[in-house]
Structures are given as structure tokens and as C-alpha cells.
């Protein structure tokens, strides 16, 4: 009898945290921080400050970044090849108006994390994993009140990327521990998460349990 051919299982869904924009309070965020990586598997810190000076960038990533990698999480900058690399952070996160993949690659080298916004496009995706990002990030799937949003992408976006493009997605906006389970079902490789963490009101180590327990079904 022929045998059925065994498909590769996908790897869970998991939590890319985004920081709140604005940090009144440096050094108790970085507490929170500490407390909400030590709650759960989180596969990535970005550091998403706007809009912020450079000196307070540089602050904030090295107050922060030895947080992250002591729970063996990635350090992201948001927007800004060239500081991102002037920090040492592992990566970058750029949108479609933060100059080019060519040169955010150019900047930061070729081992380094690269993700891209592309909102509700597919063809933008594609273009992004065929020029060699690490990553691309659909959304806002729901509203947020972290960013203006206009793009409200279909669930079913994830899905056909699942099954057709082999680099990773993640699925960005509005994303609670309510919703982030319909998203990783339709083939989010990564939920990014802000508010659904930090304004949770249990807290945010509690969010992150939460959120691992929703993620792993």
C-alpha cells in the first residue's frame, strides 16, 4: 500500500513584542520587561520609539537590549537601518516609506534581521521575500490605537502566503490575547503585539502567559 506522504508541521505561532511608543519611565518599563520575557516564549523585541531623539534610541536600546538577550529574545529597531546598526541591535524593521531592503541590507549586513512592512499587499510581500528580507508583516488586521492605520487586510491573506512563500509573516495590529489565536491559525508565523501586552490589566507578564497559552492551542 503506498504510504501518505508526512507534511512538515508548522512551528507554533509565536509573540513578537513591540514597545509603546512613548516611555515616560525608562528603568521601570525595563522592569516590566524583565518580568514580561521571563512569562512565556517571545521571539523578538522591537523597539519602536515615535517619535524620539537619537540620543533617547540609543538610551532605551542599551537599557533594554540586555533585557532581551538575557531571554534569549532579538533586538529590533524600528525604522532606522543606520542606528539599528550603530546600537548593535540584530535587526531592523522597515515600512514602505523607510528607504529601501537594498540599502537597510546594505547598512546593516547580511546577518542581520530585516522585516518589512507591506500592510495588505501581496505583491509587495513577494517583492520583499524575493529581494531578501528575513520577514514580511501584514496588517493592521484589527483596529489599534498604538498607530493610524488604512490598510485592514483579510485573514485569509496569511493563509495563502502560508501555503505558497516560504519566508516567514507576521501579523501586526490591534492583536489581543482575544484574536491572536483566529491569526495563528490562519498562518501567522509570528503575532507583533504593543498594547495587547503593556496596557493588558492583568499586566504584561501576564498577558505574555496568556498569550503562549493561546498561540500553542
Not at 520587561?33 to 515615535?50: E, F, H, N, S
Not at 488586521?141 to 492605520?149: G, L, M, N, V
Request: aromatic letters at 6%; charged letters at 25%.
Amino acid at each position: 500500500m503506498a504510504r501518505t506522504p508526512t507534511v512538515p508541521e508548522r512551528p507554533p505561532c509565536r509573540l513578537y513584542l513591540i514597545t509603546p511608543p512613548a516611555i515616560a519611565d525608562l528603568n521601570n518599563f525595563a522592569q516590566t520587561l524583565d518580568q514580561a520575557l521571563a512569562a512565556g516564549d517571545v521571539a523578538a523585541l522591537q523597539i519602536r520609539l515615535k517619535p524620539a531623539e537619537d540620543a533617547a534610541i540609543r538610551t532605551a536600546v542599551e537599557v533594554l537590549a540586555p533585557i532581551a538577550r538575557r531571554h534569549d529574545v532579538a533586538v529590533l529597531l524600528n525604522d532606522r537601518p543606520d542606528m539599528a546598526r550603530a546600537t548593535g541591535c540584530d535587526g531592523v524593521h522597515i515600512g514602505q516609506e523607510d528607504g529601501s531592503l537594498a540599502e537597510a541590507r546594505r547598512i546593516m549586513g547580511p546577518d542581520a534581521m530585516i522585516g518589512v512592512t507591506c500592510h495588505d499587499d501581496r505583491d509587495l510581500a513577494w517583492d520583499a521575500a524575493e529581494g531578501g528580507a528575513d520577514y514580511i508583516a501584514f496588517g493592521a488586521f484589527y483596529p489599534t490605537d498604538t498607530k493610524e492605520t488604512v490598510h485592514r487586510p483579510p485573514l485569509d491573506i496569511l493563509t495563502v502566503w502560508q501555503e505558497t512563500v516560504e519566508t516567514p509573516c507576521v501579523a501586526i495590529g490591534g492583536i489581543t490575547v482575544d484574536n491572536a489565536a483566529d491569526l495563528a491559525l490562519a498562518g501567522a508565523d509570528f503575532v507583533a503585539v504593543s498594547g495587547g501586552v503593556w496596557n493588558h490589566p492583568q499586566g504584561a507578564a501576564e498577558a505574555v502567559r496568556r498569550f503562549n497559552e493561546k498561540l500553542r492551542g
